[in-house]
T-cell receptor, first 117, second 113 residues
Framework: AQTVTQSQPEMSVQEAETVTLSCTYDTSESDYYLFWYKQPPSRQMILVIRQEAYKQQNATENRFSVNFQKAAKSFSLKISDSQLGDAAMYFCAYRSGSGGSNYKLTFGKGTLLTVNP | DSGVTQTPKHLITATGQRVTLRCSPRSGDLSVYWYQQSLDQGLQFLIQYYNGEERAKGNILERFSAQQFPDLHSELNLSSLELGDSALYFC????????????FGPGTRLLVL
């Protein structure tokens, strides 16, 4: 079974600075997808970014980018120019890409990000 | 706004009772997933439906059941409720069966007293 580990329960960053959230995963599959979701105090789960394992290029969405190291099974999220609205719980998630019947998301335990003004 | 709707937003009930949570997927999405978020278990997959048929099961208790209707909305039924069932229940949807990208609804917060 796949597992996702977020080793940083909490992180803090100054407004306008850059912060990196870590995620590692364990899988024997070669085809899979990785995601970062954000959960603000409203509790809504918001997709931040997605990475296909077969793509070597790291995904980028505006101020959010990932560092995907397939061999190391590492998938970190970098937030540049941090804003107060970035304060939230961030979840790393894994989804199998292999043929089969289960395409569930497997989540890490989350990293609570605080943004200081 | 993801386009996925869930009702009700909050639900307070007593142990032993039965409740129904409702989810409407994004327009055009055929797959619906249910997840439970609790303090001790984190976010866990419960069940997936695709175009009306059950496709995958996760850590769903026998007291829980779900279905997806012809109009593609889904309902999660929780019965014989226990205190430990108190959690945030999310519905997510995706276009196809493979859950390419799952978009989450706002969740239903269930409190069992």
């Amino acid at each position: 079974a796949q597992t996702v580990t977020q080793s940083q329960p909490e992180m803090s960053v100054q407004e306008a600075e850059t912060v990196t959230l870590s995620c590692t995963y364990d899988t024997s599959e070669s085809d899979y997808y990785l995601f970062w979701y954000k959960q603000p105090p409203s509790r809504q789960m918001i997709l931040v970014i997605r990475q296909e394992a077969y793509k070597q290029q790291n995904a980028t969405e505006n101020r959010f980018s990932v560092n995907f190291q397939k061999a190391a099974k590492s998938f970190s999220l970098k937030i540049s120019d941090s804003q107060l609205g970035d304060a939230a719980m961030y979840f790393c998630a894994y989804r199998s890409g292999s043929g089969g019947s289960n395409y569930k998301l497997t989540f890490g335990k989350g990293t609570l990000l605080t943004v200081n003004p | 706004d993801s386009g996925v709707t869930q009702t009700p937003k909050h639900l307070i009930t007593a142990t032993g009772q039965r409740v129904t949570l409702r989810c409407s997927p994004r327009s055009g999405d055929l797959s619906v997933y249910w997840y439970q978020q609790s303090l001790d278990q984190g976010l866990q997959f419960l069940i997936q439906y695709y175009n009306g048929e059950e496709r995958a099961k996760g850590n769903i208790l026998e007291r829980f059941s779900a279905q997806q209707f012809p109009d593609l909305h889904s309902e999660l039924n929780l019965s014989s409720l226990e205190l430990g069932d108190s959690a945030l229940y999310f519905c997510a949807s995706s276009v196809g069966v493979q859950g390419e990208t799952q978009y989450f609804g706002p969740g239903t917060r269930l409190l069992v007293l």
